[in-house]
């Protein structure tokens, strides 16, 4: 460019500059990128706390890590669940980057148990109208019963971490122990007017709760704080994989007795029809879900055994004749084993009457059906072999007398026969005794 031109450009420049048509600094401005809109992650969580439910929460805790998500939501129902899922799902909230909110909801659910420290220990707490929390003292999930001693310990054990989460975030550390201790619950409005509180607020919905926690300032765990911006938040709901949901579904009660039964039944009829294949995999199948689902819940083995016993004398039938009395009494067994298979306090996770009754006398009219077909095989006659022919009747194909023995026409073979009576060649003969490849027969 000559000098007559760049001077020419200058003289420009400062005219627009002095006109206003150009700001000074917006020549040398750089691009400004545009703020990221707020995301939260909406989780649900309605079951039993255990492996499955632990995986899909922390799961959803590291996705929304991953995308820098402002908060996470998780509405939460559930009577409670396994102490150690319980602290694998805290461990990973309290060292999660995203700042984490435990909703009960809707009016109606609840949070005991292991829900009620899942609640305490989020860095938002918030319940719905008709919602309540606590009952959270430690039962044992083996069936067995819990000495005084190893009750208090446990109970202690779960009151500490109770009082340390409480503690850390500001709520009301006794109540947290009361909870433990006296298997106290509260309602919404008790756990928020509390001095100070267990909850942070009472909200219908997770769009009622992002309206008014927006510009709320969050403490986390280590202390640090982080203001919310949810007011015009988009929220991204994260469901279960198709995995987690069907063993989910398995790990309730009525399921997996279901399952338990079909499974005995399908090795039963394996056993009873060999190579029938089909029952064998399905059983096979049905048992191992089964037995997955069992080592989540809380099994009472005497309620396994009872039902052990009424198959035992289901089959112990089939030997002895009892006129239908060890029959009753495996039906029985069979009930009341159902009823203590599962041992807990909450109606969640005990068995219903109403499937337990149904697949009890299923079980027991298809064992007696095999019963039946076992017992009519025994009885019928051989039909094949050397067996076969006793009883069958034939032709005489040469004369037959004592002491000198002919030949006979049976099933279409010919078999060496004596008689102990004189008879003709053309004479119809039945069978009385087999003796090697000679038949004894008598004039029919």
Do not use: C
């Not at 939501?73 to 669940?81: A, E, N």
């Not at 394996?270 to 689902?293: D, K, Q, Y």
């Not at 050397?386 to 004592?402: C, D, Q, R, V």
Request: hydrophobic content about 50%.
């Amino acid at each position: 460019m000559s000098p007559t031109y760049k001077k020419r450009g200058q003289t420009l420049l400062l005219v627009l500059i002095g006109s206003g048509f150009v700001a000074p600094g917006s020549i040398f401005a750089q691009p400004q990128p545009a703020s990221k809109p707020p995301v939260v992650y909406s989780a649900e969580v309605d079951s039993i706390i255990h492996p499955v439910s632990a995986e899909y929460m922390i799961q959803t805790l590291e996705r929304a890590d991953a995308n820098g998500a402002t908060l996470v939501v998780f509405t939460l129902r559930t009577p409670g669940g396994l102490v150690d899922s319980t602290r694998e799902i805290i461990t990973r909230m309290l060292a999660a980057k995203t700042p984490v909110a435990i909703h009960i909801a809707p009016s109606g659910a609840r949070a005991a148990s292991a829900g009620f420290l899942l609640t305490i220990a989020a860095d938002l707490a918030a319940m719905a109208p008709g919602t309540h929390i606590g009952a959270a003292h430690p039962v044992a999930g083996g069936g067995q019963a819990m000495d005084e001693t190893s009750s208090k310990k446990a109970a202690e054990d779960i009151a500490a971490y109770a009082r340390t989460l409480a503690g850390m975030r500001g709520r009301n550390s006794e109540l947290a122990e009361q909870a433990v201790l006296q298997s106290k619950a509260f309602t919404e409005q008790e756990a928020l007017k509390a001095a100070p509180p267990l909850i942070d607020v009472i909200a219908t919905d997770v769009n009622d709760l992002l309206k008014k926690i927006d510009g709320r300032t969050v403490v986390r765990f280590d202390g640090s704080t982080v203001v919310l911006r949810t007011g015009s938040a988009t929220i991204v709901p994260v469901a279960m994989t198709l995995r987690q949901r069907i063993l989910s579904a398995v790990a309730h009660p009525n399921i997996a007795y279901i399952l338990l039964t079909l499974g005995t039944l399908g090795l039963t009829i394996e056993l009873w029809n060999p190579g029938a294949i089909l029952p064998g995999v399905v059983g096979g199948l049905s048992l191992l879900l089964a037995f997955f689902a069992l080592q989540v819940l809380p099994v009472n083995y005497a309620g396994l055994l009872l039902m052990l016993f009424g198959l035992f004398l289901l089959v112990l039938e089939i030997k002895v004749t009892s006129f239908g009395l060890l029959t009753v009494g495996g039906v029985i067994s069979l009930i009341f084993g159902s009823m203590m298979l599962i041992d807990s306090p909450a109606p969640e996770l005990q068995l219903s009457l109403s499937v337990v009754i149904p697949v009890v006398l299923g079980f027991t009219a298809i064992a007696a059906f095999l019963v039946r077909l076992g017992l009519a095989a025994q009885r019928t006659p051989p039909v094949s072999g050397s067996e076969g022919l006793l009883n069958e009747t034939g032709e005489a194909l040469t004369p037959l007398s004592p002491g000198t023995p002919g030949s006979v026409r049976v099933h279409g073979e010919i078999w060496r026969a004596r008689a102990n009576e004189p008879v003709a060649s053309r004479d119809r003969v039945r069978v009385t005794h087999i003796d090697g490849l000679t038949l004894t027969v008598r004039k029919e």
